[in-house]
């Protein structure tokens, strides 16, 4: 399937329509909200308050639409430029300050380099620096869903680099085998971004169904995300998800909320003021929190504290 | 070979006399029956049986939902047992010899031992990796190897090793009920060349965490694991010939170590000799040895000696050199006790 870079403003118009005002403007204060959060962690890092920051700005139509696409039951493997998809979950603006501060607010205390964000319960998993190996977990969680038999689908962000990585092949190999709920999703800048120009092939190679779209295009992305994960909940085949970036995706929306869904440019503005004064409320917060303790460095490595870290802490 | 009376599929109830690999294959069974998210993946694992027919007949018995047969990915099959501890599932995952062990080193090493760590508790993903370990079949370079090492320097991880039939069932049981990931390390030379009574009626849980004290005696202490249990003993007995009184501290579980267990016995026989088949350099024997030093200096007779593989690449014909075995344990033996 083919979803065409959208030229016209025809299927725009039928999406904005169904979706109505309120969910429309909703779609825009993600984009900008996720917008906005990355600018000011990129700031605060060229300030050097934070120590590492992989910027997501250009990503925000893959990250919020594909997230505003699945149920609040479908689990998220992010990618590091994918912030946005715990905003798409309602996880608290300030959590992300936390996160990427390294504060005893970030849900992993401070203990993940900043962009491997995971919330538990929105489902969206924690996960390491190798860009590929959640591939194959994904497979898991999916598959975990399916034998419960429970309608829930894995999406699995990533960057078209992870395409050269194993666990890429053994995910979606597995993914075919199994014909597991997994839509794994392929974000690029351009043909030169992915190991052999395009990562729809791989998807067929595997036995799974290839979407191409227009990553800057969230409504394409939407749509795309809504279509996979009706074939998957109806035991269609895994869906791997070529989007390429095209353009500015939050530019993009607003010039199709204003063109075709007839808001006006000051509507937009004031939503984008008050968007901004509480990303800064919410930097603050951040700022304000302190490191977790010394004393949680030890905990969490296993179920209980085991008698070898005992004996290191005496 | 009939399924019925194998050595490797024991669905018999009462005591029963069997294998090692028997003993594996009643735990699995057991743990299967007693919980629904229990299950097995990996590399002909199901219709098959597994290399070793260790699942021999759970296919059968629960159904290609239980039992998975996956592709030829150790990666894959890690990663995708991970993916199954995080939605709640038990996955005990096949690695079909621990030499393979290695393509899924980055699932096991930066994902699975570290959900819980990263996420601060709120990831956990009990996964159980059975693995057969260990030379001594022939089996030469790339089906011979002990790895307990590499795994042991990694926090996050339990790794056990059983070496009778009743801890084989006792502690995979006890692993399959965990909430932490354990790397389950089989000794296959053992698999079919040890017999024990075992009741079925009898749950045989053994927790994971303590050693196990198999041979009392007064002047040394040696430390050992999986294969080289029975080495040890039979060096053992040869040094009761010579008067020398052995006691045998059989690991079980060597992450999270037992390290009391450890002190208790060299603060009584004031004499330490550590048996591993593994290569020398960078082994568990050097933490074992470190942690006498730490602790009980004070009470050692003699210096600590290591019994280990060679520093080589695990061999094929020469096997029978590279492994410890009870002549060289019985010259270690013999040095400490006579050290002056």
Redesign the interface.
């Known amino acids: 399937m083919t979803v065409e870079h959208r030229e016209d403003t025809e299927l725009a118009t039928q999406q904005l329509e169904a979706m109505g005002r309120t969910m429309a403007l909703d779609l825009y204060r993600l984009l900008r909200l996720t917008r906005l959060v990355d600018e000011s962690i990129t700031e605060m890092q060229r300030a050097g308050t934070v120590g590492f920051h992989i910027p997501w700005t250009g990503t925000e139509a893959t990250t919020i639409g594909a997230a505003t696409a699945l149920q609040s039951e479908d689990?998220i493997f992010p990618s590091h430029r994918y912030g946005g998809v715990a905003l798409a979950r309602n996880v608290e603006v300030a959590t992300l300050f936390h996160h990427a501060l390294g504060t005893s607010g970030d849900?992993?205390?401070g203990?993940?380099t900043p962009g491997?964000f995971?919330?538990?319960a929105s489902k969206i998993?924690?996960i390491?620096s190798?860009v590929s190996?959640?591939?194959?977990?994904?497979?898991?969680?999916?598959?975990?869903?399916h034998?419960?038999k429970e309608d829930a689908v894995?999406l699995a962000y990533m960057g078209a680099a992870a395409t050269a990585g194993?666990?890429f092949h053994?995910?979606l190999?597995?993914a075919g085998?199994?014909r597991s709920p997994v839509i794994y999703f392929v974000e690029r800048k351009g043909m030169d971004d992915a190991p052999v120009g395009t990562v729809a092939p791989f998807g067929e190679a595997y036995g799974l169904e290839s979407f191409s779209i227009d990553g800057s295009d969230v409504l394409a992305v939407q749509a795309a995300v809504v279509t996979a994960r009706d074939q998957l909940i109806k035991g269609g085949a895994p869906v791997l998800i070529d989007a390429e970036l095209k353009g500015d995706p939050l530019q993009r929306y607003k010039y199709t909320l204003e063109e075709v869904g007839g808001l006006s440019a000051s509507l937009l503005q004031e939503m984008d003021d008050s968007l901004a004064i509480e990303v800064e409320a919410a930097r603050d917060t951040a700022l304000a929190s302190l490191p977790a303790t010394t004393e949680?460095l030890h905990?969490?490595?296993?179920?209980q504290e085991?008698?070898?870290?005992e004996?290191h802490l005496s | 070979m009939t399924l019925q009376g194998t050595d490797t599929q024991s669905d018999a109830v009462g005591t029963v006399n069997m294998t090692m690999l028997a003993a594996i294959n009643c735990a699995l069974r057991e743990e299967m029956a007693r919980n629904q998210d229990v299950?097995i993946l990996g590399e002909d694992v199901g219709i098959n049986g597994g290399v070793f027919r260790a699942t021999e007949g759970l296919f059968h018995e629960f159904g290609d939902?239980r039992v998975?047969d996956?592709?030829l990915?150790e990666?894959?099959i890690?990663?995708?047992?991970?993916?199954?501890?995080?939605?709640?599932?038990k996955?005990v995952a096949e690695i079909q010899f621990a030499d393979f062990i290695f393509?899924a080193f980055?699932?096991i090493v930066?994902?699975l031992a570290?959900?819980?760590?990263?996420?601060?508790?709120?990831?956990?993903a009990p996964v159980v990796i059975r693995a057969p370990y260990g030379g001594g079949i022939r089996g030469g370079l790339y089906h011979s190897q002990s790895p307990e090492a590499y795994f042991c320097h990694t926090?996050?991880l339990?790794v056990v090793i059983p070496s009778t039939v009743s801890d084989a069932r006792g502690l995979l049981k006890a692993a399959i009920r965990?909430?932490?990931p354990v790397l389950f390390l089989e000794p296959k030379r053992l698999y079919r060349s040890l017999k024990d009574d075992i009741d079925t009626n009898d749950e045989g849980i053994v927790p994971i965490?303590p050693a196990r004290i198999a041979r009392n005696g007064s002047d040394v202490s040696v430390f050992c694991f999986g294969a080289m249990v029975p080495v040890v003993e039979e060096a053992a007995d040869r040094a009761t010939e010579g008067g020398i009184d052995v006691e045998i501290v059989d690991l079980r579980t060597l992450?999270?170590?037992?390290?009391?267990a450890i002190i208790k016995s060299v603060r009584k026989t004031s004499r330490a000799v550590i048996v591993h088949e593994a290569p020398r350099t960078g082994g568990i024997g050097g933490e074992i040895a470190a942690i006498i030093a730490e602790q009980a200096v004070d009470s050692l007779s003699a210096p600590i000696l290591r019994v280990t593989g060679y520093d080589t690449p695990f061999p094929y014909s020469l096997e029978h050199i590279y492994l410890p075995d009870a002549d060289r344990v019985h010259r270690a033996i013999e040095e400490v006790t006579h050290y002056e």
Request: proline residues 5%; charged residues 15%; aromatic residues 6%.
């Open positions: 689990w849900p992993s205390l203990r993940q491997n995971g919330h538990a998993v924690s390491s190798s190996a959640r591939l194959s977990q994904a497979v898991g969680v999916a598959h975990a869903a034998l419960k894995v194993n666990d053994a995910g190999n597995l085998v199994l949680t905990q969490h490595v296993l179920s085991s008698s070898k870290i004996m | 299950v939902s998975i996956t592709p990915t990666s894959g890690v990663g995708a047992a991970i993916g199954m501890a995080l939605y709640g599932m996955p393509p980055d699932q930066s994902e570290k959900f819980r760590y990263r996420s601060a508790g709120e990831f956990i926090a996050g339990k965990e909430d932490d965490g992450a999270p170590m037992d390290t009391a």
